[in-house]
């Protein structure tokens, strides 16, 4: 009988908690105040077809510098692997995923600090950025690194690119 009704109650709260997910992807106002109260974030609330979705790719690059020569650009994350494969197998895409909430970040407070740029490289996102990029492996002779964020449209061959931020040129420790 006791296992009955701790059976019937953690279902009931399972019950609860989809019911509360569903209706919390529809904009009602009452369910608004309800979630006040949801201070650990359980509910969910996805937004799969958003109001403004992402029509262009990210893509962090950075590249070293000696004191005479520049290196090439190189990616800061792996290319996303086949199509067919990356439903199985796609270990890269908690480091894309990473990249691109650092780069809105960045996008985000770009716009907050327009005002006084050089605000910016103090922000967690540019902090955030430049501390992985200066953790990436170096070539012997690079003595800076700088990084820049590209944005893609459309594909190979006529993939159009374009620079959105480039960052200043930071001293490497030897």
Known sequence: MLDTLRTALVGACFAGWLTASVLNQFSLAWCKRLLRYDRLGLVPRWTFFAPKPAREDIHVVYRDRG??????????TTAPPNPWVRWIWNPG???????????NG????????????RALILSTSYVGLAGWVVRQAREETAAYREFAVLTSTGYPPDQKLSVEFTSQVHRLEP
């Open 93 to 103: 895409r908690f480091e894309r995923k990473a990249a691109i909430d650092l780069v």
């Open 67 to 76: 004191e005479t020569t520049m290196g090439p650009w190189r990616s800061l």
């Open 106 to 117: 960045l996008r985000n407070t770009r716009h907050l600090v327009k005002e006084h740029p």
